[in-house]
């Protein structure tokens, strides 16, 4: 329902922008359009209500609404929407104080103060106070049923959380914590009331749980007090798992469903061609990277690391591994990170200098070497197949050995000399504490560096951000020289969507679907 | 003929068991086990240390099969390992969703190839007769999920856009849109019809060629009863079986059926399982569908032995 224009009684001094003056300020920068987008709230131009149908893939029987448990794609397409945190990632990856007004540490990051904003309401009508914080941080960290993040809360010292007034709560950790907020952003820390049960799910989130069938779908209603204003727009949410590419693509162009996250590659044209539906193409911060491992033969020798790095043609690899959806790479992560090194050139390909490296490090004779791949994610075999035929120029052979992705994350996960893997979008103290510092539970290089984790450790205790950055800087440049990772590219998230659902952003976070943001959408019919 | 079905039914039995130990140690077989395919990623070694311990995955091999086959004789087939709930909970509204499509499938099926059948042996080396051969060969051939990708491209996202190329509902309420149930029952028609109507064909021209028929039009009945009364009751006998047996197959069928249109079914359940190591319900599925295949494939010896008064009075 559009709605009429206001009547204008004033005077004809002040006209209304003309179309002309719009235009231009969409033109001046994209970032304008969400703004403008986003104030409009309940009463601007487009059609409130409706439901929207998601397909969404993967899942089965062991789907989950647990706010502190997903894992599966369709468990974090609906804890993003029954749940809010503390704080939240905007599509450009900064952080958005969400049920939070601020949160903020003392000197050097051992206490953090969190005040919550005023007036906030769970799905069953109750305040979120104080109470719900500390309840929502002792079920993520407890001991004998932890969350998923309950990890990045080791040094959280759970005994002593203390409650200052209804909205108020410090929190004391025992080392320093300098990157809380993005922990707080995350999708597993929603926050919950005081007895939460998951087989009846209230959060404080945009959409309020009606009906749910694990490994099928789930219905979603409007919550009504949502904190921010005039929204969600839609009714109803309606989730629907789809564990095959080929149906969730089907529905889409079928008309059965109005947006699909993860597009495969090979289905963009099927859907660009047809004139109702478009695609939502988003740049992020996933990275597919080739693993070796730094202490064993032949990755044990930094020569040959920058080897493999330098035979790397990266454009290629993203044109055919990624049919062009994403970008290259520079051999380090968190490309979003403030501190991200940019002055550091990009590596090409340089079969001669890799050749004259090998020959260094004794392989002047060529080199074999297994890489182990697997359907891990849309792109990893396609990558290590380019791969194979960049090396032979360079005299090394690639043996593949592709395994299926439960053989890969099996018992010999972390262990293989030669792999792949894929990360979503992390800031960079939080990635190097999941996958590079030595006590990291995804540490597949092993790498143990002694210069960069002082680097790591001098950075988790620098408040200042600046400061910080300029750290991270070096620590970034010494995984430059002599990591363990080829990153090669970050990928792109593409979903698509039929033209009538707007308010969908491209977001870097990659999360499908501006982090299955349905709250922002609007159906026009 | 008693005898010989109890004999029958105790064979039965025996296949079950082979099929459910044979189907367990094959799981084992699979890399990584449920809790592994669970925690996925997450897996840290302490995870799944507490998740084995809760599954009771430790235990040895034979006690793992032994408990599962003692609730067995007590109608219990165990917890599923993923939906974290009794199998019989998970899987009744799945059971029910594929047999409704099964029904619909058989019911669709049986009548239109019998009929197809008979019409193509009275119209015998003439073009329909020709074109039915033909295009019942080439069905024949090619496998049933590519038969539903074609259907799929042709009425749904292609060429016509008549109905919905996935099913979109849950298991518990198939009959809301029947609309979406076109396509799936169509391959399943498709797939379960060319054998009947082979055998409808044959028969039906055994028959048209017997002496009785041949008296039945000398005696100068009108053909539309020589056909109706003599010739088509006759035929329909040893068509029974192969119609048997092609509904035994959906049972099995119906898996790649289901997860090419989404159809939250048993096959889908099974596929799901299978992801996710959660063996009490691959067991559960599996033997389900052993069992239909036994009882199937039992009516059809026991339609058979009716049909045959040779066989009948010799075995008695």
Not at chain 1, 330 to 358: C, H, T, V, W
Not at chain 1, 373 to 400: M, N, R, W
Request: overall charge negative; hydrophobic content about 45%.
């Amino acid at each position: 329902m559009p709605s009429l224009p206001l009547p204008d009684h004033r005077p004809h001094s002040t006209p209304a922008p003309s179309r002309r003056t719009v235009l231009m300020a969409g033109a001046a920068g994209a970032a304008v359009l969400p703004a403008l987008s986003a104030c409009g709230g309940g009463d601007s131009g487009g059609t409130e209500g409706g439901r929207l149908r998601v397909g969404v893939a993967g899942g089965s029987a062991k789907d989950t609404l647990d706010a502190h448990k997903a894992t599966d794609n369709t468990d974090i397409a609906r804890v993003y929407n029954l749940y809010d945190g503390l704080c939240g990632f905007n599509p450009d990856y900064s952080i958005e104080m969400v049920l939070a007004e601020s949160v903020e540490p003392n000197d050097d990051a051992t206490m953090w103060t969190v005040k919550l904003k005023e007036g906030l309401k769970f799905h069953d009508g109750s305040d979120v106070t104080a109470d719900a914080v500390i309840f929502t941080l002792n079920r993520i960290t407890d001991p004998d049923d932890p969350g998923s993040t309950a990890e990045q809360f080791a040094t959280l010292d759970r005994d002593n959380m203390e409650k200052v007034d209804e909205l108020t709560v410090e929190l004391p950790f025992t080392d320093p914590y300098v990157n809380l907020l993005e922990v707080f952003a995350e999708y597993g820390v929603g926050i919950v009331p005081e007895g939460y049960d998951p087989q009846n799910p209230v959060g404080a989130g945009p959409f309020k749980f009606s009906e749910f069938t694990p490994g099928e779908r789930s219905l979603f209603v409007k919550h009504e007090q949502y904190w921010r204003d005039g929204e969600p727009h839609i009714d109803e949410l309606e989730i629907l798992n789809f564990p095959d590419e080929t149906a969730r693509v089907n529905a889409l162009v079928g008309g059965q469903v109005d947006v699909i996250s993860q597009l495969p590659h090979s289905q963009i044209k099927v859907v660009e061609a047809d004139d109702n539906l478009d695609i939502l193409d988003s740049e992020t911060g996933m990275w597919l990277p080739f693993t070796m491992r730094v202490d064993q033969e032949p990755f044990d020798d930094v020569r040959v690391r920058q080897a493999f790095r330098l035979i790397v043609d990266r454009e290629e690899m993203v044109e055919q591994a990624l049919s062009g959806y994403g970008s290259v790479g520079n051999d380090m992560y968190s490309r979003f990170d403030p501190g991200y090194n940019d002055d550091l050139p990009q590596r090409e390909q340089d079969i001669e200098e890799a050749k004259k490296l090998l020959a260094e490090a004794g392989y002047s004779d060529g080199l074999e070497v297994e890489l182990v791949t697997g359907e891990i994610s849309p792109g990893a075999v396609g990558a290590a197949q380019v791969f194979k035929e960049q090396a032979k120029k360079a005299g090394v052979t690639v043996d593949l050995k592709q395994v299926t992705s439960t053989e890969f994350f099996g018992d010999n996960y972390l262990q293989w000399t030669f792999a792949q893997d894929y990360w979503s979008s992390r800031n960079y103290l939080a990635q190097a504490a999941q996958g590079s510092m030595p006590d990291a539970a995804y540490n597949e290089t092993h790498w143990d560096d002694e210069e960069w984790i002082e680097l790591i450790q001098k950075a988790r205790g620098t408040v200042d951000d600046d400061e910080r950055a300029e750290i991270l800087k070096e620590a970034m440049e010494i995984e430059y020289e002599r990591g363990g990772y080829i990153v090669w590219g970050f990928v792109n998230t593409v979903d698509g969507f039929h033209k009538k659902v707007k308010g969908l952003e491209p977001s870097v976070t990659g999360h499908p679907l501006t982090s299955y943001g349905f709250r922002r959408v609007r159906i026009d019919d | 003929m008693i005898r010989l079905i109890l004999h029958r039914l105790f064979y039965g039995l025996v296949t079950l068991f082979v099929v459910s130990l044979v189907v367990f140690l094959a799981t084992q077989a699979l890399p990584g086990d449920a809790a592994q395919a669970m925690l996925g990623r997450e897996a840290t070694p302490e995870r799944l240390a507490a998740l084995r311990d809760q599954l009771r995955l430790n235990d040895p091999l034979a006690v793992q099969y032994g408990s599962w086959i003692a609730g067995i004789f007590t109608f219990d087939l165990g917890m599923s390992y993923a939906a974290n709930m009794p199998v019989a909970d998970h899987l009744a509204p799945r059971v029910t969703a594929s047999l409704s499509l099964m029904a619909i499938a058989a019911l669709v099926a049986t009548p239109i190839s019998l009929l197809l059948g008979a019409y193509s042996a009275l119209r015998r080396d003439r073009a329909l007769d020709h074109g039915t051969s033909m295009a019942t060969l080439i069905l024949a051939a090619i496998p049933e999920f590519a038969v539903g990708i074609l259907l799929i491209l042709a009425f749904s996202t292609g060429w016509l856009q008549l109905f919905p190329a996935v099913y979109a509902g849950s298991a518990s309420d198939v009959m809301r849109d029947p609309r979406q149930l076109v396509l799936p029952v169509a391959t399943l028609v498709l797939a379960v019809s060319p054998p009947i109507i082979r055998m409808m064909r044959a028969s039906m021209i055994e028959v048209l060629e017997s002496e009785y028929v041949q008296q039945a039009r000398l005696k100068g009945l009108p053909e539309r009863t020589v056909i109706l009364r003599h010739a088509g009751p006759n035929a329909i006998g040893p068509v029974a079986q192969v119609i048997a047996l092609q509904l035994g197959w959906l049972a099995g069928g119906v898996v790649a059926i289901e997860f090419l249109f989404r159809f939250p079914g048993i096959g889908l359940a099974l596929m799901d399982a299978i992801d996710t190591r959660d063996i009490p319900v691959i067991q559960a599925v599996t033997l389900l569908i052993a069992v239909v295949y036994i009882v199937v494939n039992l009516l059809a010896d026991v339609v058979g032995l009716a049909a045959n008064p040779k066989v009948r009075v010799s075995s008695r």
